[in-house]
Protein backbone atom coordinates (compact mmCIF):
# COMPACT_ATOMS: atom_id res chain seq x y z
CA UNK A 1 0.00 0.00 0.00
CA UNK A 2 2.75 2.77 0.83
CA UNK A 3 6.03 2.68 -1.65
CA UNK A 4 9.43 4.46 -0.89
CA UNK A 5 11.47 5.21 -3.59
CA UNK A 6 14.96 6.71 -2.79
CA UNK A 7 17.35 8.69 -4.65
CA UNK A 8 20.58 11.28 -4.13
CA UNK A 9 23.16 8.69 -3.60
CA UNK A 10 26.47 8.69 -4.97
CA UNK A 11 30.30 9.22 -4.54
CA UNK A 12 31.73 11.74 -2.72
CA UNK A 13 35.01 12.20 -1.18
CA UNK A 14 35.24 12.69 2.67
CA UNK A 15 34.46 16.26 4.08
CA UNK A 16 31.72 16.21 1.61
CA UNK A 17 28.06 16.44 1.41
CA UNK A 18 24.61 14.81 0.01
CA UNK A 19 21.29 14.71 0.20
CA UNK A 20 19.08 11.53 0.07
CA UNK A 21 16.01 11.57 -0.88
CA UNK A 22 12.55 9.00 -0.24
CA UNK A 23 9.22 9.80 -2.26
CA UNK A 24 6.59 7.31 -0.58
CA UNK A 25 3.21 7.29 -1.92
CA UNK A 26 -0.12 7.69 0.31
CA UNK A 27 -2.27 9.97 1.61
CA UNK A 28 -1.52 10.69 5.19
CA UNK A 29 2.55 10.53 4.57
CA UNK A 30 2.34 13.10 7.78
CA UNK A 31 0.92 10.06 10.21
CA UNK A 32 4.15 8.34 8.91
CA UNK A 33 6.66 7.56 11.35
CA UNK A 34 9.98 7.30 8.98
CA UNK A 35 13.40 6.47 9.05
CA UNK A 36 16.87 6.08 7.42
CA UNK A 37 18.89 2.74 7.81
CA UNK A 38 22.32 1.94 6.41
CA UNK A 39 23.89 -1.08 5.39
CA UNK A 40 27.51 -2.04 4.69
CA UNK A 41 28.56 -4.98 3.22
CA UNK A 42 29.40 -7.76 5.78
CA UNK A 43 27.64 -5.77 8.47
CA UNK A 44 24.24 -5.91 9.80
CA UNK A 45 21.38 -2.78 8.83
CA UNK A 46 21.76 0.11 11.19
CA UNK A 47 19.48 3.00 12.50
CA UNK A 48 20.25 6.29 11.24
CA UNK A 49 17.99 8.73 11.67
CA UNK A 50 14.39 8.52 12.45
CA UNK A 51 11.49 11.20 12.15
CA UNK A 52 8.29 10.77 13.32
CA UNK A 53 5.46 14.13 13.37
CA UNK A 54 8.30 16.97 14.47
CA UNK A 55 10.36 14.48 17.02
CA UNK A 56 13.65 13.57 16.11
CA UNK A 57 16.23 10.91 17.02
CA UNK A 58 19.54 10.21 15.35
CA UNK A 59 22.15 7.40 16.26
CA UNK A 60 25.50 8.41 17.81
CA UNK A 61 27.20 7.88 15.10
CA UNK A 62 25.56 10.63 12.91
CA UNK A 63 24.71 13.17 15.67
CA UNK A 64 25.89 16.36 14.20
CA UNK A 65 26.59 15.60 10.73
CA UNK A 66 23.05 14.49 9.82
CA UNK A 67 19.85 16.38 9.65
CA UNK A 68 16.56 14.31 8.71
CA UNK A 69 13.47 16.14 7.34
CA UNK A 70 10.65 16.24 6.01
CA UNK A 71 8.26 18.02 2.90
CA UNK A 72 4.66 16.45 3.83
CA UNK A 73 3.53 18.38 0.80
CA UNK A 74 5.86 16.49 -1.48
CA UNK A 75 5.47 13.32 0.75
CA UNK A 76 9.36 13.04 0.90
CA UNK A 77 11.87 12.40 3.44
CA UNK A 78 15.08 13.41 3.16
CA UNK A 79 18.65 13.38 4.85
CA UNK A 80 21.22 15.60 4.84
CA UNK A 81 24.14 14.34 4.89
CA UNK A 82 27.53 16.45 6.00
CA UNK A 83 31.01 16.15 6.90
CA UNK A 84 31.11 12.77 5.40
CA UNK A 85 33.35 9.80 6.48
CA UNK A 86 34.80 6.97 4.50
CA UNK A 87 32.71 4.67 7.59
CA UNK A 88 29.42 6.59 6.52
CA UNK A 89 29.64 3.78 3.17
CA UNK A 90 26.84 1.78 2.65
CA UNK A 91 23.56 1.10 0.97
CA UNK A 92 20.53 3.82 2.81
CA UNK A 93 17.66 2.57 3.39
CA UNK A 94 14.57 4.56 3.92
CA UNK A 95 11.59 2.73 5.83
CA UNK A 96 8.15 4.16 6.93
CA UNK A 97 5.57 2.56 9.32
CA UNK A 98 1.91 3.58 10.42
CA UNK A 99 0.19 2.97 13.68
CA UNK A 100 -0.28 1.58 16.02
CA UNK A 101 3.45 2.26 15.97
CA UNK A 102 5.80 -0.38 17.90
CA UNK A 103 7.80 0.31 21.38
CA UNK A 104 10.82 1.24 19.47
CA UNK A 105 12.07 3.36 16.47
CA UNK A 106 15.62 1.88 16.16
CA UNK A 107 14.77 -1.94 14.71
CA UNK A 108 14.29 -3.01 11.49
CA UNK A 109 11.32 -4.50 12.13
CA UNK A 110 9.27 -1.45 13.62
CA UNK A 111 8.99 -0.83 10.22
CA UNK A 112 6.51 -2.39 7.52
CA UNK A 113 8.13 -0.55 4.44
CA UNK A 114 11.30 -0.36 2.92
CA UNK A 115 12.29 1.27 -0.15
CA UNK A 116 15.27 -0.35 -2.65
CA UNK A 117 17.95 1.33 -1.10
CA UNK A 118 20.84 4.09 -2.67
CA UNK A 119 24.49 3.19 -2.49
CA UNK A 120 26.75 6.09 -0.71
CA UNK A 121 30.88 5.71 -0.97
CA UNK A 122 32.98 7.89 0.72
CA UNK A 123 36.33 8.16 -0.49
CA UNK A 124 39.31 8.42 1.74
Known amino acids: QVQLVESGGGLVQAGGSLRLSCAAS????????LVWFRQAPGKEREFVAAIAWSNTYYADSVKGRFTISRDVAKNTVYLQMNSLKPEDTAVYYC???????????????????WGQGTQVTVSS
Open 95 to 113: AADLPPYSGTYYRTYDYRY
Open 26 to 33: GRTFSYYR
